[in-house]
Structure formats: structure tokens, C-alpha cells
């Protein structure tokens, strides 16, 4: 089944399994709808638009961690089916002994996107949007949204669909953080649903530069055959809190305690 086939397959609903702010977290772009111009992307399902649920009324701690990640997983394996499209029209490109004005085009949006700076259709631009058009293993950012987000209940999760943290820029964009220094403008940013601050969570990662250790991670995994997997690619997150290693630390256990490694098997089962 080939990558286009597979992602088409998540225009029907999912089967749900039942089972400190980020430092560098740059605007998010004005318009939500980041996919770059592919005809091999299907529309969006509709449940990409839900808000988030109501996890503050769970009792017990077992039956809400099932009912976030639950909540959760479906939305990681689409943002990641549509990166491993367009990564797939990449790859097709980089074949090409010669690439039309709107292939061309496609790769200077991306690169604009992912902030490559190399010369349009050039083999370092190839080289730099392959290791930056690439996935992010649903453990990890699991982990993250449950820690950023305390399990779905914080106020920038509830009132602006918020799960990592991310940060804005411009008066308005978002939540005033209560807590915010004075003299300080940032505002935690607000998403129309929490899918789309799970796209701009993945983008983050993928582009900028506090983040390139992570990439280098996942490149030197790809490089040697080898699944990343959460536990790998969180070293890369030494920027992500002002806690350091501390912050990697937990990320980590909280990966293995919830064994959210399950959710990167489930993930790459579904590319075999």
C-alpha cells in the first residue's frame, strides 16, 4: 500500500485505542492550514476541527490518561501521514533531471516553511528539507502534550487548544500567561482545534534551530536503518524548557511509565 493509499484511509474516522512552556516556540503562522499545494493530499476529516474534551472530569488517573491518548493519537498519525506525503513528493523530486516552474515552486514554499536557506532545486536544498520533512515519533509528543498541557486541563489547553506550551508574538494572538514578566509581550498561542497545535508542535521541532540536535538524532536513525522512537530524539529537547536535562529526564519517563512506545510501534505497523 503506498503512502498516498494509506493517508487517503484517514479521511474515514480512527479507531481511538483505549488503552514550563516551550523556550523556542516561534509565532505560528497566520493561517492554521500549513499544508504546502500537493494534489495527493486528501481533505481534512471533519473531527480535525473538534475541540478538545472535558478531562478534568475523570476520577480516576488510569481512565483519563486512556481517554487523552486516545483522543491524541489520531491526530499525531494524520500530521505525520501528510509529512510522509509531501516527504514522498520530495524524494520524487530529488530524481529529476529537471523540475517544472510549479515543482520548483513547491520547493521554495516548503523551504520558506521549514526556513532552508539554500538555492531553489539545489542538491544542499534537497539535502536540508530531507532532514527537516520528516515525522515525529507520537511517544514523544505525547509525552510532551500531556506534560505542557497537565493531561488536557491547563487554562492555555481548555481555552485556547494549546497542548505544548507554544508562544506568540503579536498583541492579541493569544492567552496572556498570568505569570508574564513585566515588560515581557509573548502570549501563549490560541488554535481554532488541538490538531492544529499539534501541526505547528511538529513544524516547531522541524525548523528551528534550537531543535537540530533532535533532527540530527532522527537523520543518523534514518542514515542506519534504525526506528526512532521518543526516547532517542528527546535529547533533543534541551532548549524546549529552561529545566534542561531535568526536563529531558521527565519527557523520558514519562514515555516509558505510560509505555507510550506503543503508539511508535502502532505508528510505523501502519507504514508496512
Not at 63 to 83: D, G, T, V
Not at 238 to 266: C, H, P, T, V, W
Amino acid at each position: 500500500m503506498t503512502l498516498i493509499s494509506r493517508a487517503l484511509l484517514l479521511c474515514v474516522p480512527l479507531v481511538l485505542f483505549a488503552i514550563a512552556g516551550a523556550l523556542y516556540s516561534p509565532e505560528p503562522p497566520k493561517s492554521e492550514d500549513t499544508d504546502i499545494a500537493l494534489g495527493s493530499l486528501p481533505k481534512l476529516p471533519e473531527w480535525t476541527a473538534d475541540g478538545l474534551p472535558d478531562f478534568s472530569g475523570y476520577q480516576d488517573t488510569t481512565e483519563k490518561k486512556a481517554a487523552f491518548f486516545s483522543f491524541l493519537y489520531p491526530r499525531i498519525e494524520l500530521a505525520n501521514n501528510r509529512i510522509l506525503l509531501e516527504r514522498e513528493y520530495l524524494q520524487s523530486l530529488s530524481g529529476k533531471d529537471e523540475l517544472a516552474d510549479d515543482e520548483l515552486e513547491w520547493l521554495e514554499r516548503q523551504a520558506d516553511r521549514l526556513r532552508v536557506e539554500a538555492k531553489n532545486g539545489s542538491p544542499r536544498q534537497f539535502e536540508q528539507l530531507t532532514e527537516k520533512l520528516d515525522v515525529i515519533p507520537p511517544s514523544l509528543i505525547m509525552a510532551q502534550a500531556a506534560n505542557e498541557s497537565a493531561w488536557g486541563t491547563s487554562r492555555f489547553a481548555t481555552e485556547g487548544n494549546n497542548l505544548f506550551g507554544q508562544w506568540c508574538f503579536t498583541r492579541g494572538c493569544g492567552l496572556v500567561p498570568l505569570s508574564r514578566p513585566e515588560g515581557a509581550n509573548h502570549e501563549v498561542a490560541k488554535f481554532s482545534s488541538p490538531y492544529y497545535s499539534v501541526r505547528s508542535y511538529i513544524q516547531n521541532l522541524n525548523r528551528h534551530p534550537a531543535y537540530q540536535q533532535l533532527r540530527s538524532i532522527r537523520s543518523a536513525a534514518r542514515a542506519d536503518g534504525d526506528a526512532f522512537s521518543g526516547i532517542a530524539l528527546a535529547q533533543g529537547l534541551l532548549s524546549y524548557s529552561e529545566r534542561g536535562e531535568e526536563y529531558i529526564k521527565e519527557i523520558r519517563a514519562m514515555i516509558r511509565y505510560n509505555n507510550l512506545e506503543f503508539y511508535d510501534k502502532q505508528f510505523r505497523a501502519q507504514l508496512d
